[in-house]
């Protein structure tokens, strides 16, 4: 007799299921880790579908997650099955709920790989409110309870890391032990929402992580399990979930650090600003491969007066530090004297950090993009025109294509689609832009004539981007004709700045000869929206398979079927579970799309429009919206700029322009 509170084995997935015990049906690998049941009988398909209520009211609506029975059921089940076939584990899928001696949480197991060379098993613990003992006044507003949930992520994974439960095991070759670790997402310097731990409305915590179940060749280690899921998983939940075990005045500081963070950005439009630098903070990092501050010998920073902007803070109180005006600033000086590490500590901005980061103090208008030269980067249906015309043959520019976009062209494309889904600030560094796009001095004006020099370089555009509302910061270090269209001018002399501006305008009224200064445009010219038709345009490899199978390989890379992404010019991802959620918003709009009248989009619905739609689902329900039911562990909200950067540079999607609807 199992846990399962009898009939033998299989009898409860018989019942719900009505099939013949626990086989797969024919059920794929991608079915499972996206949460869709086609092989369900009518009993299980309503179950599935809601019978058992939403989460927030017992966290059981998928049968993944149905009552199976107590932590000793699950202790006899896993004795049981020892010595089975590895996919004798897949009896233990469900809800077992431990005892107070067990740790008096539900743990759930919702999908069991089907091979131990597999992705792992993914779990979750669901802690009661009275036993997570979170106080209310940690959970008041989104941002505490997101700075809460990264903090117990921390903590949790922490605990795993300590007595090695992250280490796998394996000896013997194929035939020997393997598996047994257990995995926590681990997060970087960033504070963003995840799906490693919820907190739901009634105070109740959930922690997500994965589990490699052990086996010797494809045989189950049943004994193994348990000691992982039943003594070790314990300790870890105690140590690094519960509110008495942590180190609470380090939860109470990563709390009040987010909040300063997110009241200081929210600040910026108030205080016509675009970008706060707080002084004291350390901006450069502790190498290329590594977002931790440097160690010693960092300049803190600190503001010219002349810049300076003082701010009310909940938690530090007042706070002065650089405030960067809305319009166009210039951030120039030597090699290695700080310029390109100050516009990478605004890019980073637009996210929170956590304590001891270093740039705590450093918040930038959330809808800020950097926009880079992209060799190579396919470019569709973009309206390009504002930077790029009159080009040979007659291309039209104004719905431009091209599987691979020169220097200029596909910079033109990234500021068009940032402005397209709603960037009010650019964020440029000279280092990475295409020369000819950004300036031309008068001797090459002297020998190619504008009639016959297809581009407008980004400098004539300046003027009426700011028209527009639209902010710039940019690093120059090699052309002063940028100083004609400056509002600001900042020096980074040894990582110190200074208020260059007035020295910077007279340099540029000396050299105001008629040769000089190029064209300024008091139109800017239109960004024509666009409607997403499909994500992923080929045809499936079988007859009624319209799924694909979907890997992120990188922080840069996404594979879909045969195509990979690259997203390695996206400069503002930060974290890997930023580019899984992406990949999971992509199928989400593939499927969206597929649902729709003969397989596209609504041609009034634009591709703002649906990234607006995926922020509203996000905001209601957390990264999960993007994932489906998959209860997934280990992604990060990333932000609609870098959601729309996927699209846009996917070469399988279809994009195309909606008339009538430039802007």
């Given at each position: 007799?199992?846990?399962?509170?009898?009939?033998?084995?299989?009898?409860?997935?018989?019942?719900?299921?009505?099939?013949?015990?626990?086989?797969?049906?024919?059920?794929?690998?991608?079915?499972?880790?996206?949460?869709?049941?086609?092989?369900?009988?009518?009993?299980?398909?309503?179950?599935?579908?809601?019978?058992?209520?939403?989460?927030?009211?017992?966290?059981?609506?998928?049968?993944?997650?149905?009552?199976?029975?107590?932590?000793?059921?699950?202790?006899?089940?896993?004795?049981?099955?020892?010595?089975?076939?590895y996919?004798?584990?897949?009896?233990?899928?469900?809800?077992?709920?431990?005892?107070?001696?067990?740790?008096?949480?539900?743990?759930?197991?919702?999908?069991?790989?089907?091979?131990?060379?597999?992705?792992?098993?993914?779990c979750?613990?669901i802690?009661?409110?009275?036993?997570?003992?979170?106080?209310?006044?940690?959970?008041?507003?989104?941002?505490?309870?997101?700075?809460?949930?990264?903090?117990?992520?921390?903590?949790?994974?922490?605990?795993?890391?300590?007595?090695?439960?992250?280490?796998?095991?394996?000896?013997?070759?194929?035939?020997?032990?393997?598996g047994?670790?257990?995995?926590?997402?681990?997060?970087?310097?960033?504070?963003?929402?995840?799906?490693?731990?919820?907190?739901?409305?009634?105070?109740?915590?959930?922690?997500?992580?994965?589990?490699?179940?052990?086996?010797?060749?494809?045989?189950?280690?049943?004994?193994?399990?348990?000691?992982?899921?039943?003594?070790?998983?314990?300790?870890?939940?105690?140590?690094?979930?519960?509110?008495?075990?942590?180190?609470?005045?380090?939860?109470?500081?990563?709390?009040?650090?987010?909040?300063?963070?997110?009241?200081?950005?929210?600040?910026?439009?108030?205080?016509?600003?675009?970008?706060?630098?707080?002084?004291?903070?350390?901006?450069?990092?502790?190498?290329?491969?590594?977002?931790?501050?440097?160690?010693?010998?960092?300049?803190?920073?600190?503001?010219?007066?002349?810049?300076?902007?003082?701010?009310?803070?909940?938690?530090?109180?007042?706070?002065?530090?650089?405030?960067?005006?809305?319009?166009?600033?210039?951030?120039v000086g030597?090699?290695?004297?700080?310029?390109?590490?100050?516009?990478?500590?605004?890019?980073?901005?637009?996210y929170?950090?956590?304590?001891?980061d270093?740039?705590?103090?450093?918040?930038?208008?959330?809808?800020?993009?950097?926009?880079?030269?992209?060799?190579?980067?396919?470019?569709?249906?973009?309206?390009?025109?504002?930077?790029?015309?009159?080009?040979?043959?007659?291309?039209?520019?104004?719905?431009?294509?091209?599987?691979?976009a020169?220097?200029?062209?596909?910079?033109?494309?990234?500021?068009?689609?940032?402005?397209?889904?709603?960037?009010r600030?650019?964020?440029?560094?000279?280092?990475?832009?295409?020369?000819?796009?950004?300036?031309?001095?008068?001797?090459?004006?002297e020998?190619?004539?504008?009639?016959?020099?297809?581009?407008?370089?980004?400098?004539?555009?300046?003027?009426?981007?700011?028209?527009?509302?639209?902010?710039?910061?940019?690093?120059?270090?090699?052309?002063?004709?940028?100083?004609?269209?400056?509002?600001?001018?900042?020096?980074?002399?040894?990582?110190?700045?200074?208020?260059?501006?007035?020295a910077?305008?007279?340099?540029?009224?000396?050299?105001?000869?008629?040769?000089?200064?190029?064209?300024?445009h008091?139109?800017?010219?239109?960004?024509?929206?666009?409607?997403?038709?499909?994500?992923?345009?080929?045809?499936?490899?079988?007859?009624?398979?319209?799924?694909?199978?979907?890997?992120?390989?990188?922080?840069?890379?996404?594979?879909?079927?045969?195509?990979?992404?690259?997203?390695?010019?996206?400069?503002?991802?930060?974290?890997?579970?930023?580019?899984?959620?992406?990949?999971?918003?992509?199928?989400?709009?593939?499927?969206?799309?597929?649902?729709?009248?003969?397989?596209?989009?609504?041609?009034?619905?634009?591709?703002?429009?649906?990234?607006?739609?995926?922020?509203?689902?996000?905001?209601?329900?957390?990264?999960?919206?993007?994932?489906?039911?998959?209860?997934?562990?280990?992604?990060?909200?990333?932000?609609?700029?870098?959601?729309?950067?996927?699209?846009?540079?996917?070469?399988?999607?279809?994009?195309?322009?909606?008339?009538?609807?430039?802007?």
């Amino acid at each position: 007799m199992s846990g399962r509170g009898g009939g033998g084995r299989g009898w409860y997935y018989k019942q719900l299921y009505g099939g013949g015990g626990r086989g797969r049906g024919g059920r794929s690998q991608r079915q499972e880790e996206e949460g869709q049941q086609p092989w369900l009988g009518q009993r299980g398909r309503e179950e599935a579908e809601g019978g058992g209520g939403s989460d927030d009211e017992g966290y059981d609506a998928d049968p993944a997650s149905a009552a199976a029975g107590s932590g000793d059921g699950l202790a006899a089940e896993l004795r049981r099955i020892d010595g089975k076939g590895y996919r004798a584990y897949k009896d233990v899928e469900g809800r077992w709920q431990m005892s107070a001696a067990q740790g008096g949480y539900a743990l759930c197991i919702d999908w069991v790989q089907g091979d131990p060379f597999a992705s792992p098993s993914r779990c979750r613990v669901i802690l009661p409110a009275a036993l997570a003992g979170l106080p209310p006044g940690l959970l008041t507003t989104r941002t505490r309870r997101t700075a809460v949930c990264d903090f117990l992520t921390r903590s949790f994974g922490a605990a795993v890391s300590a007595s090695g439960g992250d280490i796998r095991r394996q000896s013997g070759g194929w035939q020997g032990e393997k598996g047994g670790e257990m995995s926590v997402d681990r997060p970087g310097q960033h504070v963003l929402e995840r799906t490693s731990v919820l907190i739901h409305p009634d105070g109740a915590v959930e922690a997500r992580f994965t589990v490699a179940l052990p086996a010797r060749g494809r045989t189950v280690l049943g004994q193994w399990a348990s000691s992982i899921l039943l003594q070790n998983l314990p300790r870890y939940v105690h140590r690094g979930l519960l509110y008495s075990q942590v180190d609470q005045q380090r939860l109470q500081a990563h709390v009040e650090c987010v909040e300063d963070t997110q009241a200081l950005r929210d600040q910026l439009p108030s205080l016509g600003l675009v970008a706060f630098v707080g002084d004291g903070s350390i901006l450069p990092r502790k190498s290329g491969a590594c977002d931790e501050p440097m160690p010693a010998g960092a300049v803190p920073f600190r503001a010219p007066d002349s810049l300076a902007v003082t701010v009310s803070l909940p938690n530090r109180g007042q706070v002065r530090g650089l405030g960067i005006r809305r319009s166009v600033t210039l951030i120039v000086g030597g090699g290695f004297h700080g310029k390109s590490t100050l516009l990478n500590a605004l890019e980073l901005g637009v996210y929170n950090k956590v304590p001891g980061d270093g740039r705590e103090l450093i918040a930038t208008d959330p809808t800020a993009v950097k926009i880079r030269a992209e060799d190579g980067r396919r470019v569709e249906a973009v309206n390009i025109s504002p930077y790029i015309a009159n080009l040979p043959f007659g291309k039209d520019t104004a719905c431009f294509q091209t599987p691979d976009a020169s220097g200029s062209t596909s910079q033109a494309a990234n500021i068009q689609e940032a402005l397209e889904v709603g960037a009010r600030t650019l964020l440029v560094d000279e280092d990475t832009s295409a020369t000819n796009f950004m300036i031309r001095d008068a001797r090459m004006q002297e020998l190619v004539s504008g009639d016959k020099e297809p581009i407008t370089p980004f400098i004539c555009r300046l003027p009426a981007l700011a028209a527009r509302g639209v902010s710039c910061v940019l690093v120059i270090g090699g052309s002063g004709q940028y100083f004609d269209v400056a509002d600001t001018v900042i020096c980074m002399d040894s990582y110190v700045p200074a208020d260059v501006t007035e020295a910077a305008q007279a340099i540029s009224r000396r050299h105001a000869g008629p040769g000089e200064r190029l064209p300024r445009h008091e139109e800017y010219g239109e960004v024509t929206p666009r409607a997403l038709l499909s994500v992923h345009s080929r045809p499936p490899a079988r007859a009624g398979e319209w799924d694909l199978r979907v890997k992120t390989r990188t922080l840069s890379c996404i594979q879909l079927g045969q195509d990979e992404l690259d997203l390695s010019a996206v400069e503002q991802l930060v974290e890997v579970s930023q580019t899984r959620a992406i990949a999971d918003a992509l199928m989400r709009l593939r499927r969206q799309l597929a649902e729709s009248a003969g397989g596209g989009a609504d041609p009034r619905r634009s591709l703002a429009d649906l990234l607006d739609w995926l922020e509203a689902a996000m905001d209601e329900q957390g990264v999960d919206a993007l994932a489906g039911r998959s209860k997934s562990g280990n992604l990060a909200r990333p932000r609609r700029f870098e959601l729309a950067a996927a699209i846009n540079r996917l070469r399988t999607a279809q994009l195309q322009q909606l008339k009538g609807g430039a802007s």
